[in-house]
């Protein structure tokens, strides 16, 4: 019989980032960590501190990699890229699309907006779940027997975790269990994920805040 090894895979959602305009950056470049952001990274990197912690890996976007980075120095680690955790596609991406002053005023805007379980405005549920679940497996070997930290972003997490526990990848935006700074963590024994842990280092923030 083949002795189970206990592999963790954590999925942390990077830190506040600076966005002055308040807009929907989604995938664009130049978006970094705000102070604030800056000292959850550091917040998450001590938190780990004692973790077997072999290997750490980030969305190519800034701020994950600022993210990413304060962990990977205390573990004396390079920090892998891995476009599949990269953030979701979406058509409002640049624009502003807050109550009240956003583009989902406009009524040219709402045809984006005619299918919500797909959705219709950006990249597929399911294509998410898919890229991120590679992801996870891909970091599970890497690290097997220890612990690896993948740094991504709200809607690709917490799109994962509802795929891993068969609830419907359609969601209220406002119930996602995926603070700024959140740990996600993913427990396998050998290849099989027998639990989901999620806790918050940097303090709980309101999944209506955009940070993504």
């Given amino acids: 019989m083949t002795r189970a090894r206990r592999t963790v895979v954590h999925f942390l959602r990077h830190g ?48 994950a990699q600022e993210t990413a980075t304060p962990i990977a ?25 807050s109550v009240g002053d ?3 005023r406009q009524p040219r805007h709402w045809p984006k907006l005619r299918n919500p379980f797909l959705p219709s405005w950006g990249e597929p549920y399911r294509d998410v779940a898919r890229r991120m679940l590679g992801a996870a497996y891909r970091a599970r070997a890497a690290a097997e027997g220890r612990e690896a930290v993948c740094v991504s972003h709200q809607l690709p997490i917490w799109t994962l975790r ?6 419907p ?15 996600t963590s993913l427990v396998f024994d050998n290849e099989t994920l027998v639990d989901i842990d ?3 280092p940097a303090g709980h923030t309101d999944p209506k805040v955009r940070g993504a």
């Avoid at 995938?27 to 501190?49: D, F, H, P």
């Avoid at 406002?174 to 700074?181: E, I, P």
């Fill in 16 to 63: 506040e980032v600076h966005n002055p305009d308040g807009i929907l950056y989604g995938r664009l470049s130049g978006y970094k960590l705000s102070e604030q952001g800056q000292r959850q990274a550091i917040t998450v990197a001590e938190t780990l501190a004692h973790h077997d912690i072999a290997h750490v890996v980030a969305s190519p976007l800034q701020r």
């Fill in 73 to 97: 120095s205390a573990h004396r680690l390079d920090v892998a890229t891995d476009e599949q955790l990269i953030e979701s596609e979406n058509d409002f991406e640049g624009m502003r699309v």
């Fill in 102 to 104: 956003g583009v989902l």
């Fill in 162 to 167: 509802r795929f891993l526990e068969a609830r």
């Fill in 169 to 183: 990848l359609w969601h209220d935006p406002r119930s996602r269990q995926c603070s700024l700074a959140s740990l």
């Fill in 198 to 200: 999620y806790c918050e």
